[in-house]
């Protein structure tokens, strides 16, 4: 498709053009759209209930009860309900709070954590079918997907989080479509969305960076409120040398991509939702298994290990902002102590990620493992995300060197958990109630009905 510039009339239209896709779209008739939806659904809940007793979301909860309003929403794991636009922050916070939750190659972001929290306060306060529930889950998939590919790299390099710019748009867009919005009024919700477009990398490693998931889910709700009451608002946000695009990316690439091919496939579908395996961040799973792998196959003591190189295509481990962490929580963004873990043969499971320090033997070996770039290695065509791959390199000392490569994490798109798989993290998390992960499961697998959604929203709390 040819590239049009920011300031002609078709660029002007790209805000109109979308709503109008959005309202046509009938995802509730593809069968792998739904089911991929309900395992999103199913993800989501697993890393919410993981987080259930997460310090920062009591933090959080003291904040929302000190502001009051009406508890008519359930949050995860909770026992008790907060108000539409609370639920949403408590909601979104609670389910990237570890870093459990799924991601999206497309996005370089999560988008179920922001797009299912504001579902989940419309259904609570309108009569959402459980089979539009699902296709309004599947539309904010593909909203976000789309703008992450419009958006393009550098808006993330520079240091935005896509979770929170991209995912505040994509949320409004998929809760105006649960409540049935006109195209006008979906023009009126993406403007209202994306003028509260916010989110910093410089967050990463803090409680803040799932905030940004509750800020976005939050924000959504509010301009689909806002939209509802007929604020006055730009029905045009995306488009123009002020629009979304021209300052927050790049209007041609924008232009270029973001309706291209439209209903040719559902991104949720394909290339499809990344289910996470470990509970850190996803640029950092290449490397875990890797690590992990060496470990298995070679009969080292860290000990030995004289040398580790972890090796990455040129910022590849943009996400990766810690390099001395200290603790857990500082370790879901930090490849050294992910790998150091692994190649001690520790668990990479949510106790080695928690706000506890990190244990003496594993902070004694970070300075061993450097990270190192290479340009000239050819990313693998299979590769997610695309030019992506990560290789770990051990040196003994000995002076034995074992290296292990992986382009396609376990979870990733091409090498995806199954649905037992994803049912089996839901209940690995609530091994205490196992009852309740097999009615969670059971609820998502029929959602069809207004009364399905009742039913799966009174088993979150």
Known sequence: ??????????????????????????????AAAMAAARLGILDYLAASFAAREDAGLAKLWSITEAEGGRAEVPVIGQQRKASFLSAALLNGYIGHAL?????????????????????????????????RFLAAYVIGVEVMARLGR??????????????????????????????GFSAEQLQKAIGFAATQASGLRAQFGT??????????????????????????????????????FAVYGDPELANSVLLQDWGASWRIVTPGLWFKIYPFCSAAHH????????????????????????????EGDAALVEREPR?????????????????????????????????????????????????QIAPAPEAVPKGRFTIVEITTKAGQVYRERV???????????????????????????????????????????????????????
Do not use: C
């Open 1 to 30: 498709m040819t590239h049009v510039h920011a300031s002609t009339g078709r660029d002007r239209r790209l805000t109109e053009k979308l709503a109008d896709l959005v309202v046509s779209s009938r995802p509730e008739n593809d």
């Open 99 to 131: 870093d459990f939750d799924d991601v999206h190659s497309d996005v370089r972001g999560h988008p179920s954590t922001v797009i299912l929290p504001a579902l989940i306060s419309v259904a609570a306060v309108s009569s959402v079918s459980g089979q």
């Open 150 to 179: 419009a958006i393009g790299d550098a808006h993330y390099i520079k240091g935005w989080h896509n979770t929170s710019t991209l995912g505040v748009i994509a949320a409004a867009v998929a809760a105006g479509y649960a409540k």
């Open 207 to 244: 409680e803040t960076k799932p905030l940004h998931a509750g800020l976005a889910a939050q924000s959504a709700l509010l301009a689909v409120r806002l939209a509802e009451a007929d604020f006055g608002g730009s029905s045009q946000a995306l488009d123009g040398k002020h629009g979304f």
């Open 287 to 314: 490397a875990a298994d890797a690590a992990v792998r060496l470990a298995a196959r070679h009969a080292f003591a860290p000990a030995e290990l004289e040398a580790v190189r972890i090796i990455f295509p040129p």
């Open 327 to 375: 603790t857990g929580e500082q370790g879901r963004f930090s490849v050294e102590y992910v790998a150091s873990l692994a190649l001690h043969r520790r668990s990479l499971s949510l106790e080695s990620f928690t706000a506890a320090p990190i244990a003496p033997d594993i902070l004694a070996f970070l300075p061993r493992v450097q990270r190192a770039y290479d340009s």
């Open 407 to 461: 382009d396609r994490p376990r979870g990733a798109p091409g090498n995806a958990l199954t649905a037992a798989e994803v049912q089996q993290k839901l209940a690995d998390v609530l091994t205490a109630d196992p009852t309740l992960a097999e009615r969670l499961a059971s609820t998502t697998a029929s959602l069809a009905s207004e009364t399905d959604t009742a039913h799966l929203l009174a088993l979150l709390a």
